[in-house]
């Protein structure tokens, strides 16, 4: 692990100590990662008619690209999984109705905000540092993996 990766890890980890903000994080994350790729399906920079291979041509394929570079970059394994897992999003994220996708917004964001009012007591990771908006995915992803470095390690 690099020692970037390693240094946001330990810093992640020090803001996500409490068992219930942990839980919570491990439900709204994957959600809000979701409903970001999906929403930018609906921003489409070459207009409404403009596709490739029959996909129209939106930003979601760009974050997808950004993010899954990032993640890669950070921590080759987790980055790799979060890469696979997020590509289907990418494609075909569009299809969800747009009512759906915003209250799956509303909903995880709640959570995960709850997570750090009422238990750990303390702002978000990434309001500190705007790369733990990233980092946070991974660090989750690392934990199914078992690639976290010690020094890194809050109780899962």
Do not use: C
């Amino acid at each position: 692990m690099n020692p970037t990766t390693a240094r946001w890890f330990s810093e992640y980890a020090s803001d996500h100590r409490h068992p219930m903000n942990r839980l919570t994080h491990k439900l709204a994350i994957p959600a809000i990662v979701f409903h970001i790729i999906a929403m930018l399906t609906w921003v489409r920079p070459l207009g409404d008619g403009a596709e490739i291979s029959g996909f129209p041509v939106t930003l979601a394929p760009v974050g997808w690209a950004a993010g899954s570079a990032f993640w890669i970059w950070a921590l080759p394994r987790s980055g790799g999984l979060l890469a696979v897992v997020t590509l289907p999003v990418a494609l075909w994220g569009g299809l969800v109705p747009a009512p759906a996708l915003m209250g799956l917004a509303v909903v995880a964001w709640t959570v995960q905000l709850l997570g750090h009012t009422l238990w750990e007591k303390n702002r978000p990771s990434f309001l500190k540092n705007a790369a733990h908006a990233m980092v946070g995915p991974l660090y989750f992803a690392a934990l199914l993996t078992g690639e976290r470095p010690a020094s890194a390690r809050a109780p899962s």
